[in-house]
């Protein structure tokens, strides 16, 4: 049970309520309220703070993380092995199945180090718990590969490897006896001859029961006859099953014949062990208490009584062992699961696995494995494809929810041809840029997969971010890259207030370089071609300067704040001789100014910089220039006359 978080805030005294709203992945916000009262925006004092919780889920376990890194490797192999192909084989699906276990199991393995590491019981504990967790998953997630990859018709053999795999106890009490001085009279010894026969264990079993000091007495004798005689069904084996099932009727037909005649009346742990042999029930009663669990004895008792029977029979088998051992009002979320796959109830063992699981790892692999092997089933609902892909878009919105495992989940997107784009596409454009290389990466991803809003709204944040920090280039340069026009305007504005307070440009090798990035917003054209005005004076093409800066005043690109600075930049050019400037030009230039007095008269727009303000001085510099600059214009043209 998780413990309650406290949060320290007053105005959760005040109101009754807490209001919520899911984020993603593992992210949840509440804030305090009354459902009673309408909510009015904009009223005083109506203003609440917000509370992100967040809570760690499995995956971010540094332990884990391999995990996450080493399943993705597998599954990308697993597409790319479908693109190359129509379809998969299933051999090749029961390897990457094989390889996702190794993962599995390989993280168990750093688990139990990790807790034996641990400083404190509680991190002990904790991390034991969640092997605990992995280890099951493993042995749902073989039970799944058994069930729906292998060959339904030899499908014991392959459980019964299951039951050797994660019931290691025979072979573990086995060691324990014969580490014993007297091997047979060790409590143990028909326990674990018992259980190296419950698991087909025939050559250890017989060579356990040589030690016995009877084995040389017609009885044991009898029964190594019986075991070396034992047929065993396998699915390589060139037998076919009905010629398999009358060998095994024979044989067994010589067991019961052998103990009706007496042949183990001297010894009742070999009468006990001839009679598992047979099958029988009592016999099985007697021995209930060697298996851990319902699915362990089921297995072996099928084993010699149906050893040939097939998958589809496998789920109603499993009800009377289950109820014999448990019960059903006592069904652990594990043998739901088990016995769901038992009857290929997809959709129970993917809810089953969903409600224990924190995340969707193990559902978003195994339905895709299940989905290319032809065995996810379609409901009236949802069909496969879609449920293949809202299991690995929810895996990949988990892993969007971390700092670092983000980029994973990309890749798993990339693979869910109907809903993949459009939550990579949400998904993205909502990650923290929390640096220019994070978004750097981010545009590279989304321009990969043709994905322009992802691209234009990251340049957007990121350039607002520079604008803030005071990197007016860097401004610029986003600006340009997301052709955001407002943006663009208050980057050119700030490297215009700059240049006021500096009397010189910031970034001037990315002002010239702009090109047709500079049609991004009118007034970044406005500072490339008043850049371009200060090269041309700067090189004394003052012919060029002049009409370029004629061309500024009367487009009317420029603020208005910023013509005292253009007519100021004038009158270098207007004391020229010859002059620089046309009399029409000149007349553009008073009209300007008259325009200019006039509305600084109204106070229609703010002055950011003193540079700005017309005063009287400035104003009767520039009308004297002005003047004889005309005056000298007249001459001119009354010469060439």
Known sequence: MLEPIGILDNSFIHNKDIGFSWGY??????????????????????????????????????????????????????????????????????????????????????????????????????????????????????????????????????LLEWVRIHFPNALEETGTVLASPTPEFHESFWKALYGLVFQLRIDSAIKLLRIHSGFQTDAFQSAFELLKKMPVFSVNSPVSAPEFTFRWNHWKEECEARIQAGDFFDSQDLQLLMEILCGKEEAFEKVADFFETWYQRM????????????????????????????????????????????????????????????????????????????ALQSFEDINSLQL????????????????????????????????????????????????????????????????????????????????KNGRLGAAVAWAVRAQDAPLATYAADAVLERYLQDSDFTSTDLLDSLGAGLLASDRLAFLGKYREFHRLYSANDFHSAANLLISLISSRIAPKYFWTVLLMDALPLLETNPPVFTSDQTYELMQSLQELTSSFQDDAEPIPHPNCQLNSDKTMLITLALSRNLAKCFVQQTGCD
């Open 388 to 467: 293949r892909e809202t299991l690995l878009r929810d895996y990949a919105i988990c892993l969007f929810s971390h700092q670092s495992l983000w980029s994973v989940g990309v890749l798993y997107l990339d693979h869910c041809p109907t809903v993949g784009s459009a939550t990579l596409e949400h998904l993205l454009t909502r990650l923290p840029c929390q640096s220019e290389l994070k978004a750097s990466k981010l545009i590279a991803l989304a321009e990969r997969r043709k994905l322009t809003s992802v691209v234009t709204s990251v340049c957007r944040v990121v350039g607002w971010h520079a604008l």
């Open 25 to 158: 992945g593992n992210n949840l916000v509440v804030f305090p309220t009354e459902f009673s009262k309408s909510i009015t925006m904009g009223m005083p004092g109506s203003r609440k703070n917000l509370f992100m919780i967040s809570w760690e889920r499995t995956l971010y376990n540094p332990f884990v993380r391999k995990l996450v890194n080493e399943s993705c490797g597998a599954f990308i192999a697993i597409q790319a092995r479908v693109g190359k192909e129509t379809q998969i084989s299933v051999s090749e699906l029961i390897q990457s199945s094989h390889q996702y276990r190794c993962i599995i199991n390989a993280c168990i393995e750093d688990l139990n180090q990790a807790a034996d590491l641990a400083e404190t019981n509680e991190a002990t504990q904790a991390i034991q718990e969640m092997s605990e967790i992995f280890y099951k998953a493993e042995l749902v997630w073989n039970l799944c590969e058994i069930m729906y990859l292998e060959n339904p018709l030899g499908i014991l053999p392959h």
């Open 299 to 374: 297995i072996t008792q099928l084993t010699f009584t149906q050893p040939t029977i097939n998958a589809a029979s496998l789920g109603d088998q499993a009800d009377p062992f289950l109820a014999a051992f448990t019960g059903f009002d006592d069904l652990s979320s594990l043998d739901a699961t088990l016995l769901a796959v038992l009857r290929r109830d997809t959709r129970k063992v993917i809810g089953e696995m969903q409600g224990v699981l924190d995340n969707s790892w193990f559902t978003a692999h195994l339905a895709d494995l299940l989905y290319h092997a032809g």
